[in-house]
């Protein structure tokens, strides 16, 4: 039986991962900062799919939830085979309207974190000869989108070359990349989504399908969905002046502060 450490298990995409992979029969290392709901999605995937599911909780916004999920990590009696990084949350309002504390709690979350904790599960791995990260990005990762897009994108940057690196170790590292899904990160991040039009919202468990598949396939960037596919198509001809002012507002009205 192989094991999967899912940060940011308990909603949205990460609960997709934690589903899926528990229905595949693979055991689970859980990790966010509720312990009580890890605790109940844990007892939940154990009692209907049989598989034991650890509780780690951890806070990345901080040094010491890094160093515990690391230490998980490159525990060697218990190794992880497959790592999904996949915690992360955007800050409410545009560039200079953020305190400059969360600003750098996101860079935190999703870079430092997911540095640290690439790194510590693919030393394990390549000297296993086998083992499996994907880093959940965003497609904003391609467009100017604020500071979320920026991080965003250094986590495409940093898997894919780091994939390179690794390349031929038996270790494979991935970069997801999806349009909206309906999770709980627009309401925690108070943003609208009555602008965000109908057919731009993905499906989460549908997304994790085809993000494995991805990875099986050996693929280091996955954008899981034919309609995005087309859109980061148009994305890639299209001079980033013009695509500035549309693709930054899209998707990022901000309720009251
Ligand atoms: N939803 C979208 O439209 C969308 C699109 C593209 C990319 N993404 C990316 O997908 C990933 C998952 O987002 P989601 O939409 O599933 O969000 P979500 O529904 O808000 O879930 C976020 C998860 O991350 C955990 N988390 C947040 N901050 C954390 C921290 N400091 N330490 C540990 N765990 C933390 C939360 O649990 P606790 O609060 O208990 O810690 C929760 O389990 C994120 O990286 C996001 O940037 C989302």
Known sequence: MTTALITG???????AFARRLAADGHNLVLVARDTKRLREQATELHDRHGIEAEVLTAD????????????RLRDPKAPVDLLVNNAGFGNKGHYLEVPMADELKMLKVHCEAVLRLTSAATSVMRERGRGGVIN????????????YGASKAWVVQ???????????SGVRLMALCPGFVRTEFHQRAGMGTDNIPKWMW?????????????????????????????LMGVVKVTPRALLGGLTSRTGRKYGPR
């Not at 298990?9 to 609960?15: N, P, Y």
């Not at 901080?62 to 999920?69: H, N």
């Not at 959940?136 to 500071?147: D, E, K, L, M, Q």
């Not at 693929?219 to 899981?224: R, W």
Request: hydrophobic share 45%.
């Open 9 to 15: 298990s308990t909603a949205g995409i990460g609960a």
């Open 60 to 71: 990345l916004a901080t040094d010491d939830g890094i160093a515990a999920v690391e230490q």
């Open 136 to 147: 959940v990005a965003s497609v904003a990762a391609f467009v100017p989108r604020g500071t």
């Open 158 to 168: 940093f898997t894919q070359g780091a994939a390179k690196d690794l390349a031929g």
């Open 202 to 230: 993905l499906d989460a468990d549908n997304l994790v399908t085809a993000a494995l598949s991805d990875l099986a396939r050996g693929k280091s960037l996955s954008i899981p969905d034919p309609r995005y596919k087309a």
